[in-house]
């Protein structure tokens, strides 16, 4: 029997490629810039399965022509950038990758905080510039993170594993979340819930763990960012829309706030030419789970999926189970 087909959009590792190849017949887009939605819709023609990354624009449009497609398997655990009510009306299943990934953009939450607080990337630059000429009292002069408050927006499973690391630097912690964790949860990340703006109000730190959606886009705007203290740092690891950028770089530039340390932005991979003009924000470029380990995890989590799915079995990390239903009742013919 011939081997169902798998499209990849764009290069991948290729261990996992390997994997995936024992169980279909590989379509691999092995370039960087990947597909356009174009090639993508005419490539997936006869797949089972797509592979896709953050930069696979899967709109309606896009996925009404992908009907008849099996599943989406999403590398990331972000998937705003698939309208998902548009792939369960068209019978796709869609996958993420949560849970792996929590550590490591955790950490590199709390290394843009330090970054930001401790001016690394400035003294950094200073150094290689040839600028170091002496000791002085001041030089690089920072802020402590150490018993400071940290604000979480969005306490989902990246925002707990941040608030656990603060608990290593005797932070406070304030979270806001829509819905509140249960107490024994609090008790234990010692995290204490208020209002949005208690949050930005009182925190030294906000650091953003929201997902991206029609709610959260542009909910950090001119009025947060005027209510946070004049020597607080903004982070965001989540999704930069979430942001309004134009107002995050009047509030660098005019010190409504002290910096911010920075790995998404609104319209990847172009930057805001403001924030490249501003010393105290720290950049970089959408990597907050790019580790050796996690992302090689998350590249097998999402072929796990695939093989689950093609073998008969429910894609563990499914996003619209009534889709799986729908297909694990359908009758043997219509394979
Ligand atoms: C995620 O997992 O959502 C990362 O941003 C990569 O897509």
């Known amino acids: 029997m011939p081997k169902p087909k798998v499209l990849v959009t764009k290069r991948f590792f290729s261990e996992p490629i390997a994997e995936l190849a024992k169980h279909a017949e590989v379509d691999y887009e092995p370039t960087d810039d990947g597909l356009t939605s174009v090639a993508l819709v005419e490539r997936a023609r006869g797949k089972r399965a797509v592979i896709t990354q953050v930069t696979d624009q899967l709109g309606r449009e896009v996925l009404t022509q992908l009907k008849g497609l099996g599943l989406i398997a999403h590398l990331g655990v972000g998937y705003d950038n698939i309208d998902l009510p548009a792939a369960t ?32 990337t400035e003294a950094h630059q200073f150094i290689h510039d040839g600028n170091w000429k002496r000791w002085t009292l001041d030089l690089m002069i920072g802020r402590d993170v150490h018993h400071r408050t940290l604000g979480i927006l969005g306490m989902g ?51 953003i763990h929201l997902p991206l959606n029609a709610e959260t886009r542009g909910s950090v705007g001119e009025t947060e960012l005027r209510m946070m203290k004049p020597d607080a740092v903004l982070v965001n690891t989540a999704r930069g829309p979430v942001v309004v950028e134009t ?31 501003c010393p105290n924000a720290v950049l970089t470029p959408h990597v907050g789970s790019s580790t050796v380990d996690t992302r090689m995890k998350m590249a097998m989590m999402t072929v796990d999926n695939v093989v689950a799915m093609l073998s008969g079995q429910r894609p563990p990390n499914i996003l619209n189970p009534p889709v799986w239903d729908r297909w694990a009742s359908r009758p043997a013919s219509a394979e």
């Open 247 to 277: 107002a995050l770089v009047r509030a660098l530039k005019e010190k409504w706030i002290a910096g911010a340390g920075l790995d998404v932005f609104e319209r990847e991979p172009q930057l805001n030419p403001g924030l490249l003009e």
């Open 157 to 207: 499973r990246i925002g707990q594993t941040l608030a656990r690391r603060a608990g290593g630097f005797s932070m406070r912690v304030l979270y806001h979340n829509r819905t509140r964790l249960p107490e024994q949860t609090e008790r234990v990340l010692a995290a204490e819930w208020v209002s949005k703006e208690r949050l930005l109000r009182e925190s030294d730190f906000v650091s």
């Open 89 to 120: 009306e068209n019978g796709i299943m869609v996958t993420n990758t949560p849970g792996v990934l929590d550590d490591t953009t955790a950490d590199l939450a709390f290394a843009l905080m330090l970054a930001a607080a401790r001016r690394i």
